[in-house]
């Protein structure tokens, strides 16, 4: 397995470390419900089709980021520095 | 009062060389690690420029030459190799002097790429790896920063603490290569 | 039986070899069946399951029956195909699965009683009683049944990996992957051509015809010339492409030294991960058997395989040769067999059109039905309209036509499609991204085809790489069609082979379809058809087709199995090449390394680190002396500990404070230059991550400690923080675990110590407890942290680490002038049980900050990563098991770690448990055992009896239950 790392470049997967969904980017505030709590910290979708996830390029720039892949191809269809979409998001 | 003497990360271990292959241990005098604070990297280059008389590289590159050198090295990240880091360099970057912190080794030789080719899993062929290239990747399960010197060089940095066991991966890589050409 | 004049062998070269003890005479660029079958050897193993005699089948890597055993001791390699295995001199080769010998096998009894070990005859005879499967039926048909044995020492061999890249992976070099090569090399492409076969060049070494006017070999020879004088092309014989993964990557194993006598240091293997922009996959085909009675005789061979030991090797598999078949394949044996002066006994077609030759005798329209001859094939009997009728021949050529090779294209779960016309399946464009196909691997069987199909896939591969290819000149080629009529079993009584080498028969896969196992998945794991070395490459289709036949449905219909990697088998050496010893992980060493190891210290593993047990001084003879020594001496005068191995990171930047109190549950913002605090981190969750000290270096400017287990997961946990939470903040983060030597000066005489060293002596005012600053040893700049892990005066002192080795040896001598001297892991963790402090044995990823008894830690005036979850239901209150001290009580002393606490009286059962222990130790300070555990609502029950019990190790202990803290709770010698 391949990943583009938006830094370094396309890289072999041993370089990279999974962490999940890129759900984890989307901390609630701190007084929001427990419900809200819940799901941010425990409840994951396992969808068969496109994931967002949240690499760790550990063993090259060190660069957090945010891989979109489809678990039945297996095919990556982007890259995000993990920053830029948080970001983008605030 | 103490006299501390000084001890190199591969004192033991080195050099070694088989197949026309060396490795050798470097003395890159003071390693600087400059990250350059939010949107401070042009000034750094200036700063850098103006001190030192050195180039801040591109993403996956090397400026400069042995003894002045300023490679990439990860993401909002630089090493500055040789000189000292002038105090100025601080308005615009955290710096951490990391002189002790790696093993830094060159490997010398034609077969230099593919005894590289048993341990690293990027392209290091000239052709996409050209001189004054430089990744930081693995070598074995180590993290490592990688930099082409020269046409048949390569610049090699490791944790200091791992430097034993880069040794041992890299000769063992070039034993087996050098078994190869031997025809 | 050599042939005159014929083969690509050197005749120059002549190599012996050993077979079962018996010198064999071979020419280099032989293998063991050419050179076997040139010596008339015609048994070379036994099978799976029934021991029946066989001999070599074929001549490629799909080899079924003739596998062996090389060289012998350690270093034996099983199940090496016979036909791969190139002869050397001194090469030394053993049949397998017989006893006593090849000739005289005891257990081909089992052949006798066959119709008792039909499919599925284990499950349902051996189910009683129960208790004897694991005991007795089970080693009994382990040992009857299976193939090669390994010698079960440790292999000597030395293996490799190694990394590739190219825009363009040719996967096969018959003619369409030279073709390919060619066509993309001429165009400047990036190539790479591996083939697995040591002369390139598939079936034009094999086969006779003739290739732009010279001989197939010789066309191939000139090709591969071509290539290796292209600098843009390499080229990797012995390599087998084992699989297709995901962007581009592929797997190979490549045969390095397997073929020498003296491998001169070279490996064994190399297992390669090429990484490719586009694939050709040139795989070729492999030619079906038909199943027949009794047609696994040793001298019955495909009709390829046959040509191949005619034309590359120049050996006659026989004097008079018989050929069955149901398409053309088997007439071009027949003639390249009678033009190398080889004779034809028969050829028996299937068909009744088939073609008509003057050149040898021809049956059309006729199946053979039996084969006679045990050992050796004496006579077939083929079945026409006529009737029976029997033909002495010591070899029979079969071809039940083509199987494309089209297993790299399924390894991605994309499935090939049925082809009438070929009666097989080949592949679909875009099974594998960026992958092609020529050639035979599609359905394309005559040479020309394969030329012209591998020129047109390298064309299109080089459109894709942005390359112009030339004009393609395809050499002129045989362009014969290939007509064939399915047959896949001939009808009878007797068994007939499907899968040869698991002994699996075409009664075998009925009686499967009989019983209700009609997907091909399951009549596949019930009658273990296509489960053995060759994954059914020689019987996949054929089962497939009988299975169809006996469930009434079509093939496509019926479908095949799953293709997966590997493609041919791969030693798990290989696999894992240089993860064994030194290479399993990487070793991490401090600068007092080599001291420790001087002064006798065992070294203990830490993560990657190695770190000194204890130090045995003259006369101890058990680590616990050793440690109640170094114990006291800490207490007592002063003591020196390498702490280097605790992650050290430098957080720098305006914003550097806010960023810490976010990642820590205590504040950090309002910590003073020139101060460290104790920190405590939390996982989102609410757990506990990891705790260590902190010091602010300057405004902006924080040094951040570690535990040594959490300093990698810490350092990405602050990048994680830094990059997906809180972006916003300008903070760098850097790790300097690697710069600095640290030690650990611990104990009332510890400035003392120090202040022989430093070039500015220090004092209580300069540095009070949990001060830090800049210091210098001899004019080496270093920095000083009067912290403490033991509760004594202590300090850590960090230099720049090329002088570690020389500070540790002086600090050392020092020490033990001043009566303390160098102490380890074992002291050090009494030395902190004592004082109730906490490791990752208490913040073991279920404690919480409550439980630890640092609740109020959490701050309440600001956010922090965890704060939110650590406040929910069930992380707080009476129920938690909280962190208590256990002291013993009664006349057992000992304490253990691991064991469980009950209510004293109660039953020691799990459902009456109310904690555990963590961390015990013997402490001489207080002359006890200590033990630090965690107790439902324990901080309530301090002067408690509890009962400790230790059901691994039979202890069982009565505690009192106190604080954690054992020694000095007012603190007072921190400070001194």
Redesign the interface.
């Known amino acids: 397995?391949?990943i583009t790392c938006p830094?370094?470049?396309?890289?072999?997967r041993?370089?990279f470390?999974y962490?999940g969904d890129a759900v984890?980017?989307q901390?609630?505030d701190?007084d929001?419900s427990?419900v809200v709590?819940d799901d941010?910290?425990?409840n994951r979708d396992n969808p068969a089709g496109v994931t967002r996830d949240?690499w760790?390029?550990?063993?090259?720039?060190?660069?957090?980021i945010v891989v979109t892949r489809n678990t039945i191809?297996?095919?990556?269809l982007g890259t995000e520095?993990?920053?830029d979409v948080?970001?983008a998001s605030? | 009062m103490a006299e501390l003497s000084a001890k190199t990360p591969c004192a033991g271990l080195l050099p070694v060389s088989a197949g026309g292959v060396t490795l050798s241990e470097v003395d890159a005098g003071v390693l600087t690690s400059l990250s350059p604070r939010r949107g401070r990297a042009e000034a750094l280059g200036k700063a850098l420029d103006a001190s030192v008389g050195a180039k801040l590289p591109e993403v996956n590159r090397a400026t400069g030459e042995a003894g002045s050198r300023v490679i990439w090295f990860g993401q909002g990240q630089y090493l500055l190799m040789g000189p000292d880091p002038a105090a100025a360099l601080g308005a615009e970057a955290a710096v951490t002097d990391q002189s002790d912190a790696w093993a830094v080794v060159r490997l010398d030789g034609v077969a230099a790429e593919d005894v590289l080719a048993r341990l690293v899993p990027l392209d290091l062929r000239a052709q996409s790896f050209a001189v004054g290239h430089t990744a930081r990747s693995m070598l074995g399960h180590m993290s490592v920063s990688i930099t082409r010197t020269d046409p048949d060089t390569f610049q090699i940095m490791a944790f200091r603490s791992m430097a034993k066991t880069l040794v041992h991966e890299i000769e063992t890589a070039m034993k087996g290569v050098a078994a190869r050409g031997a025809g | 039986m050599r042939i005159d004049g014929k083969g690509l062998v050197d005749r120059s070269k002549r190599v012996i070899f050993s077979f079962d003890g018996q010198s064999v005479e071979g020419f280099a660029g032989d293998t063991v069946a050419s050179a076997l079958l040139a010596n008339d050897v015609k048994l070379v193993a036994r099978s799976f399951k029934y021991h029946r005699p066989r001999g070599v089948m074929g001549a490629g890597s799909e080899e079924a029956n003739a596998l062996v055993t090389v060289g012998r001791g350690a270093a034996q390699d099983p199940n090496v195909r016979a036909t791969v295995q190139e002869v050397f001199d001194g090469l030394e080769v053993h049949s397998q699965n017989r006893w006593p010998s090849l000739e005289f096998d005891i257990l081909a009894a089992n052949d006798f009683v066959s119709p008792f070990l039909g499919a599925g005859f284990y499950y349902k005879t051996f189910m009683w009683p129960k208790a004897f499967w694991e005991k007795i039926y089970e080693p009994v048909i382990r040992r009857a049944a299976g193939l090669g044995a390994l010698s079960k020492q440790h292999n000597p061999d030395s293996y490799e990996r190694a990394f590739a890249f190219c825009d363009l992976l040719v996967i096969g070099a018959g003619p369409s992957g030279l073709m390919a090569a060619l066509t993309a090399g001429r165009a400047g492409a990036d190539v790479i051509l591996a083939d697995e076969d040591a002369l390139m060049g598939g079936r034009l070494n094999g086969d006779g015809g003739e290739v732009d006017g010279m001989s197939g070999a010789a066309w191939a020879a000139q090709a591969v010339a071509e290539l290796a004088s292209l600098p843009n092309v390499r080229l990797m014989p012995r390599t087998a492409v084992t699989g297709a993964y995901d962007q581009g990557t592929y797997g190979a194993l490549e045969r390095v030294s397997h073929h020498l006598g003296n491998a001169g240091g070279r490996p064994k293997e190399c297992f390669w991960r090429i990484v490719a922009k586009r694939s050709i996959l040139c795989a070729g085909a492999i030619e079906r058997p038909i199943a027949f009675e009794n047609n696994d005789r040793p001298g019955i061979m495909t009709a390829s395989a046959v040509r191949t030991y005619v034309n590359r090797y120049g050996v006659a598999p026989g004097k008079a040769v018989t050929v069955f078949t149901n398409n053309d394949s088997g007439h071009q044996t027949a003639r390249e067999l009678i033009a190398a002066g080889v004779h034809v006994a028969m050829v028996v077609d299937s068909r009744r059109d088939a073609p008509e030759s003057g050149d040898y005798p021809l049956v059309k329209g006729a199946e053979v039905c039996n084969a006679g001859g045990r050992k050796a094939l004496e006579s077939i009997t083929y079945r026409a309209m006529s009737g029976e009728e029997k033909v002495a021949t010591d070899c029979l050529a079969v071809s039940g036509g083509w199987n494309p090779t089209v297993h790299l294209t399924c390894h991605m779960n994309g499935r090939p499609v049925w082809r009438e016309d070929i009666q097989s399946f080949v592949p679909v464009a875009g099974m594998i991204p960026g992958m092609d196909t020529a050639g035979a691997c599609q359905g394309t069987f005559s040479t020309h085809g394969a030329l012209s199909e591998g020129a047109a896939a390298a064309g299109t591969a080089l459109a894709a790489l942005g390359l112009a290819a030339g004009a393609a000149e395809v050499p002129v080629a045989e362009d014969t069609p290939y007509r064939l009529s399915p047959l896949w079993a001939v009808g009878g009584h007797g068994r007939a082979w499907l899968d040869f080498q698991n002994d699996v028969t075409v009664k075998d896969v009925k009686q499967a379809a009989k019983e209700n196992f009609r997907s091909v998945e399951h009549m596949k794991r019930y009658t273990t058809q296509g489960m053995s070395p060759d994954q059914g490459k020689n019987s996949n289709i054929g089962a497939l087709a009988v299975l169809a036949d006996a469930t009434g449905r079509g093939i496509p219909e019926t479908g095949t199995t799953t293709y997966r990697p590997p493609f041919v088998p791969v030693s798990i050496a290989a696999m894992g090449a240089g993860a064994q010893g030194a290479g399993f992980a990487p070793q991490r060493f401090t600068t007092s390394h080599t001291a420790s190891v001087a002064a006798g210290a065992p070294m203990i593993e830490a993560g990657l680190w190695y770190r000194p047990s204890y130090f045995p001084a003259a006369g101890e003879t058990t680590w616990r002396q050793s440690c109640d020594r170094e114990v006291n001496m800490v207490r007592q005068a002063v003591g020196i500990c390498d702490v280097s191995t605790l992650g050290k990171i430098d957080i720098q930047g305006p914003d550097a404070a806010e960023f810490l109190d976010f990642v820590y549950t205590n504040m950090f913002s309002t910590l003073k230059v020139g101060r460290v605090r104790y920190g405590l981190m939390l996982r989102e969750d609410g757990t506990v991550m990891d705790d260590g000290t902190t010091a602010r270096w300057g405004q902006d400017h924080f040094v951040m400690t570690t535990t040594t287990a959490a300093a990698g997961p810490v350092m990405r946990h602050l990048e994680y923080v830094a990059q997906c939470l809180r972006p916003e903040l300008d903070v760098s983060l850097m790790s300097t675990t690697e710069q600095w030597a640290q030690f650990a000066v611990t104990g009332p005489k510890s400035r003392e110590l120090l202040n022989t060293l430093v070039d500015q002596e220090i004092d209580g005012e300069s540095f009070p407890f949990m001060a830090c600053g800049e210091i210098s040893v001899s004019g080496v700049k270093g920095r000083l942290f009067r912290i403490s892990f033991s509760g004594e005066h202590a300090y850590e002192i960090a230099v720049p680490a090329r002088y570690g080795e020389s500070l540790y040896r002086q600090m050392v001598a020092k020490a033990e002038a001043l009566g303390g001297g160098a102490y380890g892991m074992e002291a050090l963790n009494v030395l902190r049980i004592e004082k109730g402090f906490i490791t990752h044995s208490e913040i073991h990823g279920r404690t919480t900050a409550f439980d630890i008894g640092m609740g109020r830690m959490v701050s309440a005036k600001k956010d922090c990563v965890g704060k939110t979850m650590s406040e929910r239901p069930g992380l707080n209150g009476d129920e938690r098991e909280q962190l208590v001290g256990l002291k013993p009580l009664g006349p057992v002393k000992q304490l253990t770690a691991g064991a469980h606490l009950f209510e004293a009286g109660a039953d020691p059962t799990r459902e009456n448990a109310q904690g555990y222990t963590t961390s015990v130790g013997f402490s001489p300070t207080l002359e006890s055992f200590l033990g630090l555990a965690f107790l439902r609502n324990g901080r309530a029950r301090h002067g408690e009896e509890v009962m400790m019990v230790d059901h691994l190790r039979g202890v069982s202990t009565r505690c009192e239950v106190c604080d954690p803290v054992f020694f000095d709770p007012e603190g007072g010698r921190v400070r001194g």
Do not use: F, I, N, Q
């Open positions: 397995m391949r830094v370094c470049g396309e890289r072999d041993r370089e470390y962490v984890a980017l901390r609630p701190p929001a427990d709590w941010y910290v425990h949240l760790y390029h550990e063993g090259g720039c060190g660069a957090w191809t297996h095919e990556v520095l993990a920053s948080k970001e605030a």
